[in-house]
């Protein structure tokens, strides 16, 4: 079975009183975090799950967004 497509997991944590997490050391090596980085937590729509990014992949995935769909904008007005 190809695991390429399942998420991998990289430890447990547990929440401190203070509702903090401290993400597990191979979580922080893989995703090449490190004190002061900043990342995107999501959840998921369909599962009790928590989704962290690195906040620049996904400042970059929106500007990739933004710029196909301006240029996609320009393409057909430019067709008008």
């Known amino acids: 079975m190809d695991s390429g497509h399942f998420?991998?997991?990289?430890?447990t944590a547990s929440l401190n009183e203070k509702g903090q997490l401290v993400?597990?050391?191979?979580?922080?090596?893989?995703?090449?975090?490190?004190?002061g980085s900043r990342v995107v937590i999501?959840?998921?729509s369909q599962k009790p799950?928590?989704?962290?990014?690195?906040a620049e992949?996904?400042?970059a995935m929106?500007?990739?967004?933004?710029d196909a769909l301006g240029s996609?904008?320009?393409n057909?007005?430019?067709?008008?």
């Not at 998420?7 to 430890?11: C, D, R, S, V």
């Not at 799950?49 to 690195?54: D, E, P």
């Open 76 to 80: 057909k007005k430019s067709d008008q």
């Open 49 to 54: 799950a928590l989704i962290l990014f690195k």
């Open 23 to 35: 993400i597990p050391a191979e979580a922080r090596h893989k995703l090449g975090l490190s004190p």
């Open 7 to 11: 998420p991998k997991i990289l430890g």
């Open 42 to 44: 999501m959840s998921s």
């Open 72 to 74: 996609e904008n320009n």
């Open 57 to 59: 992949e996904v400042e």
């Open 62 to 66: 929106v500007k990739n967004l933004t």
